[in-house]
């Protein structure tokens, strides 16, 4: 298992942008898939994107073309990068890590898009 910890969040204004990070507690080079997932008050929780240790990616389909998910494997690192953020983006934004069957998951972090 791997510990992973959320930054990143924040108060922003709608069509703004912010930059989410995941640090993780080990190497993360040989995770199958990291990933982003949200959920908002009252909802259950959705995929926003993920990224295999080959670096293919996914999306949902309301985040295609704003949200770009990245790795950095010598930093056991893993960002979301958001733009053009809506307020229906707001949320509790959560990194994953799933490994050998075994799910990971980070505190989560505040996204908050309003004017």
């Known amino acids: 298992q791997v510990q992973l910890v959320e930054s990143g969040g924040g108060l922003v204004q709608p069509g703004g942008s912010l930059r989410l990070s995941c640090a993780a507690s080990r190497s993360i080079f040989s995770i199958h898939a990291m990933g982003w997932y949200r959920q908002a008050p009252g909802k259950q929780r959705e995929s926003v994107a993920a990224?295999?240790?080959?670096?293919?990616?996914n999306y949902a389909d309301s985040v295609k073309g704003r949200f770009t998910i990245s790795r950095d494997n010598a930093k056991n690192m893993v960002y979301l990068q958001m733009n053009s953020l809506k307020p229906e983006d707001t949320a509790v934004y959560y990194c994953?890590?799933?490994?050998?069957?075994?799910?990971?998951w980070g505190q989560g972090t505040q996204v908050t898009v309003s004017s």
């Open positions: 990224i295999t240790s080959g670096a293919s990616t």
């Open positions: 994953n890590a799933l490994s050998h069957g075994v799910s990971s």
